[in-house]
Each structure stands twice: as structure tokens, then as C-alpha cells.
């Protein structure tokens, strides 16, 4: 017999969930929604360097010693990419706070 999946339809502001895209899935922060137009803006996180990724001073993941990336603009994304429940232990340092203000009001 298999699980159900269990499927959040309501997504809390200011939570992480995975933000699924064609590369696999990231932590991302919702950090403003529209459930009658199914938008999410949504802050993306991830561990390896690239064009458009600022370095943060601490990770996000308290077990993991990686540095964590952030994206340099939001992504606007439908209820399909966010992943059905929050991510527990995920963290943002207060010394990256201001960084990740800044890009929320990028967009």
C-alpha cells in the first residue's frame, strides 16, 4: 500500500520549502504570496556557485559546513514548484539579514 502524499494547500509567508525547477530542487524562502492568482515570490537558495549568486557569510543549513548561494533576484514561481510541507532546521544568520532584504525588494 503506498502513502499518501500529504498536500499543504495554504503556504505560510516566511517559511522555507523546496523550489522545484528543471535542475532538481533548492530551499527557497516565501517571503510574499497571491493564492487567487497562484503566485509565490520566493527566494532561492542553493549550495554551488554560478553567474547570477551572491556568497553568504554562514550557511543556512546548520549541519552542513558548505557555504550556502543566494540568487540576485527573486523568482516568481505557481503552487506546483513549492514542495508540500515547510523545511525544519533552516536558518538565516543575522549577519546575512540586510543581504536578503535588499533582494526582496528587487522585485
Known sequence: MS???????????????IHSDGHG????????KS????????????????????KLKHSIEPIKVKVSFVHNTPSKSKRRDLGSRPLEGIKINKEDKPLIESIKRKK
Open 25 to 32: 530542487g533548492h530551499p527557497a524562502l516565501l517571503y510574499k
Open 35 to 54: 493564492d487567487k492568482k497562484n503566485s509565490y515570490f520566493v527566494i532561492v537558495f542553493t549550495s554551488s556557485p554560478g553567474p547570477k549568486r551572491i
Open 3 to 17: 502513502k499518501k502524499k500529504i498536500y499543504n494547500k495554504h503556504l505560510e509567508r516566511r517559511r522555507f520549502y
